[in-house]
């Protein structure tokens, strides 16, 4: 095998060569931005960038040039890659791409009136940004790119070849060996190990460490990688501080020093800003020292609760003199693991909290920032409890008594009513309601006073109430509805309805054109004050409606301004049925047509034929105007009878009904005798029977007039 060292040029079979160490990470921050710029420029890999096109000559300086005539260099046969990034050069000589190689590409780019040449040369920019940090960092991107592309296959699936490679620009003598080397190692593919592979340098180094952490697991191990094995000792030795830091904290806190424990968890978080033990570990000792009796003012933060918000508002810290900024959290009482923000309030010192659960204890805490990092121990305030009253409380006075509505909030679990009179001592009486009102029915005249609470889930499981809110309805003194009605109807047609006066007000019965209500509410907005017209309260009233119509009558209490319904009745006065006609469309069936009576709902059609008979009830809803009703009768002469019918809850003044007669059907036509054959008939059909068979013409029609046959 043949010996070879880095930094001399492989022979071009690449034969005995080592495989080269292939990278675990491309070890570049912002990486998937520059692939996703790469492929909308439709460039394969960053190399295809560091190809700039050659600067435009004009004749004059083409033919004053040295060996300016000359022929061009050979073909180009691809960069190499596992020894540095090296492109080829004129004389068969290589050029390795520094950073005066990386100057003088992305000026040729500028230079270069190719329509993607202004992004070509910010991608170059970013390439050399890259060769500053590490001078084997270009080498490092490209043969990353290479690697996966190769292990992803080619189009048709097959393995990769040398032939792949030479295909992305890879120099055939290193073809071979990149294919190998992606084989033997198992290069990961495109999947959750390679994303952690390409985001890790955008966590880390920074305050992410249990994210970079996270991501370095996922890695597969590489032992060749000395960038990723630097990577993973800083890791480690930032992870075991953090450890040191907090079993530090954790010791003071149990020894009562809350200011060194403070101290130490700060330490902690700053160097792990996603540790979310070290975050609630500081935040646990802060709310001690927010309890502590003696604590300053200036360092407090005080939480103003409104009616389903909390505002928050706090001191600058006194010392430094940068701008600080400020984030805000907010966390069960006693359970800080589950802190979340609430806002990042920027400089201001106030911040407010829109939507914060209810019922439950809580607690804020405000994190002061010096260019985004953890300036010191955060304030936490005092415990916040957030119990919402209800809302759009409002009363009305109903019949003997009071209604109270509300509107509670979606997340109490009860509602409870305390009741007052005006002048009364004591804690009150507790009074049913449902969710959202309360009907307080009877109630004696005078003021009250409803104290209206909100129960919510406590931590413990108990309730916890609202403060409440209160507001005072007055029970007025309300007319008694009149109990029945009592009808009767009078020779002349009219209905007479009578009532007893009601124990309290004055009765009366008034048309109703409203929509029906029921006995006992209040119908005061409809019919105002009533006055009997000679002073003395009516008991009684007739009523006839107009034909054809339908009236509500509904007895009314008044007594001042107040008025309560009582029972109604249903007065019809049926109309005619009209223009009845029958006629009849078959033996056994008839139609017939006539105008609807209203106000009726039902009409019943009615017939018989002195035996036998039937009915029918037609609805209004199915009777149309102009179409017939079909019966089943029976062929003999029958008599129609067509009649309104009322509805059940109505008194109702009958109208004559209508007939009409239907002739019976007509006798069927009798059946004619048969008719004998003539007497030749039959000697004819005889001697047809005798006659051969003609095929080729028809045989002859018989005579009209037959000759009589002879006599023997």
Excluded at 48 to 55: K, S, T
Excluded at 132 to 146: I, K, T
Excluded at 194 to 221: F, N, Q, S, V, Y
Excluded at 572 to 588: K, N, T
Aim: proline share 12%; with cysteine.
């Amino acid at each position: 095998m043949t010996d070879w060292h880095p930094g001399e040029r492989p022979p071009d079979d690449g034969a005995g060569l080592p495989l080269p160490a292939l990278p675990a990470t491309p070890a570049m921050s912002g990486y998937q931005a520059l692939r996703e710029t790469l492929r909308k420029l439709s460039f394969r890999h960053a190399a295809d960038a560091l190809r700039a096109p050659a600067p435009a000559q004009s004749p004059a300086q083409s033919t004053q040039a040295l060996f300016g005539n000359l022929p061009k260099a050979a073909a180009d046969d691809g960069f190499r890659v596992l020894d540095g990034l090296w492109f080829p050069a004129r004389g068969g000589l290589w050029q390795r791409v520094d950073r005066a190689y990386v100057q003088d590409c992305r000026a040729r780019w500028l230079a270069s009136d190719h329509p993607r040449a202004l992004d070509a040369a910010a991608v170059v920019a970013v390439l050399e940004s890259v060769l500053l940090e590490d001078p084997m960092g270009l080498r490092r991107l490209v043969l990353w790119e290479l690697c996966c592309r190769l292990s992803d296959g080619a189009a048709d699936q097959a393995p990769p070849s040398a032939a792949h490679a030479v295909a992305l620009g890879v120099h055939r003598a290193e073809a071979g060996l990149l294919v190998d080397a992606v084989a033997a190692v198992r290069f990961p593919a495109a999947g959750t190990a390679r994303h952690a592979a390409e985001t890790l340098a955008d966590i880390w180094p920074g305050p992410r460490l249990r994210e970079a952490e996270r991501l370095a697991r996922l890695i597969p191990p590489a032992p060749a990688d000395h960038v990723l094995a630097a990577v993973l000792g800083t890791l480690h030795a930032r992870s075991e501080s953090v450890h040191h830091l907090t079993d530090t904290a954790a010791q003071l806190a149990d020894r009562g020093d809350l200011r060194g424990a403070a101290a130490a968890w700060l330490g902690a978080l700053r160097q792990a800003h996603d540790d979310v033990d070290a975050q609630a570990g500081l935040l646990r000792v802060a709310a001690l020292l927010a309890d502590d009796p003696f604590a300053s003012a200036d360092a407090q933060v005080t939480a103003a609760v409104d009616d389903r918000t909390v505002r928050l508002s706090w001191h600058a810290p006194s010392r430094g003199q940068d701008t600080v900024s400020y984030r805000v959290l907010r966390y069960p009482d006693g359970a800080p693991e589950h802190a979340v923000e609430v806002s990042s309030a920027g400089s201001a010192r106030t911040a407010v909290d829109p939507d914060p659960p209810t019922g439950r204890p809580l607690r804020y805490a405000v994190f002061p920032l010096r260019r985004g990092h953890i300036a010191g121990v955060p304030r936490v305030t005092t415990q916040v409890l957030l119990t919402p009253d209800v809302s759009e409380l409002r009363v009305e006075a109903v019949p003997d008594g009071v209604r109270v509505r509300w509107r509670p909030d979606p997340s109490a679990l009860e509602v409870a009513v305390v009741r007052t009179a005006d002048g009364e001592s004591g804690p009150g009486q507790q009074v049913f309601c449902e969710h959202d009102q309360l009907l307080d029915a009877p109630l004696p005249v005078g003021l009250y006073v409803y104290e209206v609470r909100c129960g919510y889930p406590g931590p413990t499981g108990r309730l916890v109430w609202s403060p409440g809110r209160t507001v005072t309805a007055r029970a007025d003194r309300w007319p008694s509805p009149v109990d029945e009605l009592s009808v009767r109807r009078l020779d002349d047609g009219r209905v007479r309805i009578a009532w007893r006066p009601p124990s309290r007000g004055e009765g009366h019965l008034v048309p109703w054109f409203a929509h029906p209500v029921p006995p006992g509410a209040d119908v005061s907005e409809h019919v105002g004050r009533l006055a009997p017209p000679d002073g003395v309260a009516p008991t009684s009233a007739d009523v006839l409606p107009p034909p054809r119509e339908r009236l509500r009558m509904t007895a009314v209490s008044v007594l001042g301004d107040r008025a309560v319904s009582g029972p109604n009745v249903v007065v019809e006065r049926q109309g005619e049925v009209r223009d009845l006609e029958v006629r009849r469309v078959a033996a056994d069936r008839a139609e017939l047509q006539f105008d609807w009576p209203e106000p009726a709902v039902l009409a019943l059609i009615s017939w018989e034929d002195g035996v036998r008979g039937g009915e029918r009830r037609v609805a209004r809803s199915q009777h149309v105007s102009g179409r017939a009703v079909e019966l089943q009768v029976s062929p003999a002469e029958c008599r129609f009878t067509v009649t309104a019918l009322p509805r059940p809850d109505a008194v109702a003044i009958a109208a004559p009904s209508a007939q009409a007669l239907l002739p019976a059907a007509p006798p069927p036509v009798p059946a004619l005798p048969p008719v004998a054959d003539p007497w030749w008939r039959a000697w004819w059909r005889r001697w047809r029977a005798k006659q051969p068979p003609a095929p080729s013409s028809p045989a002859p029609a018989p005579p009209s007039n037959p000759a009589p046959p002879p006599a023997f």
